[in-house]
């Protein structure tokens, strides 16, 4: 039999410490990776989260919810209720909103003239104007929510004539998180 | 004859040979994964950056003032790319933004795929260049608003406006000198304009931009291709932006256009039970489906839908919109 010299044996261990080192750098990097991926999904949620905010500060004046003209001159943070209400049967009847603003739902809680109960309006149920909220989709729940308050402003007839009824809402944002 | 070998070389032992060799692949592989990562890194901030620039965009898009800017500033040299997509999107298409920065003298190419948003419409070259770049934004009504249309230019490269037809163009003209942008140069306004000027003509033939404009329509030619163009609005976006950007904007803002139409035909059902009544049922029906098959006839549809139901809409006692 060949005996072992000690230098085969230094080999031999200097092969194990470097297959060691290595797998120690490789393990610190997933580390480092690992902390990096989580530190970029919480980024990615702050944007969303800034994201919304800023969406429910200033969705009151995108045109598919907007006064416009239709309540006497131009108003800002105005919602024409009857125009969500148009929106939201449309919503209903095809996906073409789905993504748009890219969050999950819209709410709109009219808060004053308050009112004891909520009442949601359903296009099913045609108990509109006589209800107090309104969501774009019924068919999602949940999220995270960031709010704004809105005038809600509708036409009404009162057997004479046709007048403006403006109260005081509360429009809420719901997002999801990464 | 052969040689006596020379005794005094250099000997390396096999632990030696072992060691550089496993070492120099150990080394190969940390420089491989650091250059990986510094790309993936430089890829996320570029992201980002684009994703936060977006935001940024929000209190321009929805303004209700006629013209309101503001400017953003990188701390390097930005690449912005302007990517329109009017084709895989639907059914708004998407606007996305793409940036580069400089990083070791040379800008920074990303594959990362960025979140596009179906809402905005930013109407630029299709990449252009600086530190500052000066935007503002002016609402588009096709007869109701549709959006509000974001321009964007560089700090450093500067616009000459020639002379403009009083009748015309005499509130565009205040607007954009109410903007007060430093590369924004008028005929009478006593500055010295820099050679390097992109001139832009509403009378007459000239080097650069040629601008036919009166009573709300025309058309802005840019590069040798042409564009027509309704309404204040879209002319600035046809001399701020360029025929391929500029068409692939107004085909998503027709789909807008389309989808408004529908909403607010729609709104009449919703009104009508408070006697509030509308006759523009028919011609609302016809926006949607000539906007939803838009094939770049923008002045066709203005004179045949677009301006009679304005004229209407002015004359109704219940406003749709």
Known sequence: MVKRKKGQLKIQQMAFMLIAVTLFFVMVGMFVLVIK?????????LLEEEESMLLAAKLANSPEFACGESFGGTAIGCIDADKVMALKKIIKDSTKYNKFWGIQNIEIYRIYP????????????????????????????????SSNFISLCRKEFDGTETY??????????????? | ?????????????????????????????????????????????????????????????????????????????????????????LPFGSQKIKINQKSFGKFTKTDLDVKGF???????????????FYLFSKPFEFPFKVANLIYMVPSEKHYCFGEMNEDDLDNIKDELEDLNKGNFYFEDDGKVHPE????????????????????????????????????????LGAIFSEKEIYDCEVQRLMLRVGSLAKLYKEKINFVSRANCNSNLGSQLDSLFEKTQNYNGDLTEINNALVEPIREIHKEADCKLW
């Not at chain 2, 179906?118 to 500052?132: A, F, R, V």
């Open chain 1, 37 to 45: 991926i989580s530190g970029l999904r919480e980024s990615a949620n």
């Open chain 1, 114 to 145: 308050p009112e004891e109960t909520i009442t949601e309006c359903k296009l099913e149920d045609g108990n509109y104007p006589d209800c107090n909220f309104i969501r774009l989709r019924e068919d999602i729940e949940g999220g995270l929510r």
């Open chain 1, 164 to 178: 403006d009824q403006c109260d005081i809402a509360k429009l809420i944002v719901i997002y999801k998180t990464q």
């Open chain 2, 1 to 89: 004859m052969i040689r006596a070998m020379n005794k005094k070389g250099f000997e390396m032992s096999f632990a030696w040979l072992f060691a550089i060799i496993v070492g120099m692949v150990i080394l190969f592989f940390a420089i491989f994964a650091v250059t990986k990562i510094m790309k993936t890194e430089e890829g996320i901030l570029d992201v980002r950056t684009s994703k936060e620039f977006q935001i940024l965009l929000n209190p321009l898009e929805t303004s209700f003032e006629s013209a309101i800017a503001t400017s953003i500033t990188f701390p390097v040299e930005t690449q912005i790319i302007n990517v329109c997509d009017n084709r895989s999107s």
């Open chain 2, 118 to 132: 179906p809402n905005k419409y930013i109407l630029t070259e299709k990449i252009i260049q600086g530190k500052k």
């Open chain 2, 196 to 235: 390097n000027c992109i001139e832009i003509c509403f009378n007459g033939n000239c080097d650069g931009i040629e601008v036919n404009y009166q009573e709300g329509k025309g058309y802005v030619t840019k590069n040798g291709k042409t564009m027509d163009v309704i309404g204040d609005t879209l002319m």
